[in-house]
């Protein structure tokens, strides 16, 4: 296949978690996503947590408000954060696991245990107009229930494979890259849109960009710290290289 141009979806979460380390409104993360918007971003995501961590709800409507381009809902399967993306309306949900005890996603998923209810979630926001995505694992099994659950498209985690390569686990990282492989080429056999996302840096992004059927990746928190000390208009353009150098070798 051909590649198609590779989106980038930047999140905004971590200036929201800078900010509520001293309280009050700085750094804003809202002004973060138009700035990242100006900087060439093809959409900004933002996870409104359970606990508000870091995105709290006025953020939510503020960046619905002042946005211009897609924002992605990250949210967990509840009620509560259902009602809360039919009120906004945002461009896209995607559904996250969620626990309190973390300090930041840990897999993707129970798309099987889970299927009964991801499917009844999924179908009350599409009938509102929001685009349902589902952050799983790289996985066949995890792709067939996706499609079973009726979600257009799915993003891949890939954590594993940054943590292995984080870690100097060449094995692990090689058996992990292969499985993202070899779950972006099925998603797209089945029809579902890929993106990917989870722990990318300039490296991993440019190796990524190299599958032709991963269309977005969604990177928040290397771009903020890479952002506190070259600044995230400098920080965006250096991703979008390294994603359009990759994309080159995509086949």
Same mark, same amino acid.
């Given at each position: 296949?051909?590649?198609?141009?590779? +989106?980038?979806?930047?999140?905004?979460?971590?200036?929201?978690? %800078?900010?509520?380390? +001293?309280?009050?409104?700085?750094?804003?993360?809202?002004? =973060?996503?138009?700035?990242? #918007?100006?900087?060439?971003?093809?959409?900004?995501?933002?996870?409104?947590?359970?606990?508000?961590?870091?995105?709290?709800?006025?953020?939510?409507? +503020?960046?619905?408000?002042?946005?211009?381009?897609?924002?992605? !809902?990250?949210?967990? @399967?509840?009620?509560?954060? %259902?009602?809360?993306?039919?009120?906004?309306?945002?461009?896209?949900?995607?559904?996250?696991?969620?626990?309190?005890?973390?300090?930041?996603?840990?897999?993707?998923?129970?798309?099987?245990?889970?299927?009964?209810?991801?499917? &009844?979630?999924?179908?009350?926001?599409?009938?509102?107009? %929001?685009?349902?995505?589902?952050? #799983?694992?790289?996985?066949?099994?995890?792709?067939?229930?996706?499609?079973?659950?009726?979600?257009?498209? %799915?993003?891949?985690?890939? /954590?594993?494979?940054?943590? @292995?390569? !984080?870690?100097?686990?060449?094995?692990?990282?090689?058996?992990? !890259?292969?499985?993202?492989?070899?779950?972006?080429?099925?998603?797209?056999?089945?029809? &579902?849109?890929?993106?990917?996302?989870?722990?990318?840096?300039?490296?991993?992004?440019?190796? &990524?960009?190299?599958?032709?059927?991963?269309?977005?990746?969604?990177?928040?928190?290397?771009?903020?710290?890479?952002?506190?000390?070259?600044?995230?208009?400098?920080?965006? =353009?250096?991703?979008? =290289?390294?994603?359009?150098?990759?994309?080159?070798? @995509? /086949?």
């Amino acid at each position: 296949m051909s590649a198609p141009f590779l +989106r980038l979806g930047v999140n905004i979460d971590h200036v929201a978690t %800078v900010r509520n380390a +001293r309280g009050g409104a700085h750094p804003d993360p809202v002004r =973060a996503a138009l700035l990242a #918007i100006e900087a060439g971003a093809d959409g900004i995501t933002a996870h409104l947590r359970e606990d508000r961590r870091h995105i709290r709800d006025e953020d939510m409507a +503020r960046l619905k408000r002042a946005i211009s381009k897609p924002l992605n !809902f990250e949210m967990a @399967a509840t009620d509560e954060m %259902v009602a809360i993306a039919l009120h906004t309306r945002p461009h896209a949900s995607c559904l996250v696991p969620e626990k309190r005890s973390e300090r930041t996603t840990e897999g993707g998923l129970d798309v099987i245990g889970g299927h009964d209810h991801l499917k &009844i979630i999924a179908a009350e926001l599409k009938r509102a107009g %929001v685009r349902v995505s589902l952050f #799983i694992e790289p996985s066949m099994e995890a792709l067939d229930a996706a499609l079973s659950i009726g979600a257009p498209i %799915v993003e891949l985690h890939t /954590g594993s494979w940054c943590d @292995a390569l !984080f870690h100097g686990e060449a094995a692990k990282a090689d058996h992990e !890259f292969g499985r993202i492989r070899v779950a972006a080429a099925r998603a797209y056999e089945l029809g &579902i849109e890929c993106h990917a996302g989870h722990g990318l840096d300039f490296d991993t992004a440019r190796k &990524i960009a190299s599958l032709p059927q991963i269309v977005e990746l969604n990177i928040g928190h290397f771009l903020m710290g890479e952002a506190m000390f070259i600044g995230l208009p400098k920080a965006l =353009a250096q991703m979008r =290289a390294a994603m359009d150098e990759g994309r080159q070798h @995509a /086949g």
